[in-house]
C-alpha cells in the first residue's frame, strides 16, 4: 500500500439549497490537513485530497480516511489535528464525529 493511511475529504458543490459539504469548506480542511500532516512529519505516509460526494451529504463537511474506512461528518477546522493525533497516530476512533451507516 502507498499511503499509511488515505485521508478522503468531500468538497462537493450542489446547487443551492441541496445539502451538501461544499467546495468552500472542503477545500479549507484539504488545506489543514495537509498543513499539520507536514508539521508531524507525516508526509509521504499520509495523504489527504479532496473527493466528489462521499454520501453523506447530510452531515457535511464530511470525510472518509482508508484504510480502516471510518466516516467521520460535521468536521471543523479544529477537529483536523486531533484527527491526525488521534485517529492516525493512535489509532483512536473520535466517537463524537463518527458517522455510522
Ligand atoms: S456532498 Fe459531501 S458527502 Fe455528499
Known amino acids: 500500500m502507498r499511503f499509511e493511511n488515505h485521508v478522503f475529504i468531500c468538497t462537493n458543490q450542489k446547487a443551492e439549497g441541496k445539502a451538501c459539504c461544499g467546495e468552500v469548506a472542503g477545500m479549507a480542511l484539504v488545506e489543514k490537513f495537509?498543513?499539520?500532516i507536514?508539521?508531524?512529519g507525516l508526509k509521504g505516509k499520509v495523504r489527504a485530497q479532496r473527493s466528489?460526494?462521499?454520501d453523506a451529504?447530510?452531515?457535511g463537511p464530511a470525510l472518509v480516511i482508508y484504510p480502516e474506512g471510518t466516516y467521520y461528518g460535521k468536521v471543523q477546522i479544529e477537529d483536523v489535528e486531533r484527527i491526525v493525533e488521534e485517529h492516525i497516530l493512535q489509532n483512536k476512533v473520535?466517537?463524537?464525529l463518527e458517522l455510522k451507516f
Open 34 to 36: 495537509r498543513e499539520i
Open 38 to 40: 507536514a508539521e508531524k
Open 52 to 54: 466528489g460526494c462521499l
Open 57 to 59: 451529504c447530510q452531515n
Open 94 to 96: 473520535l466517537e463524537d
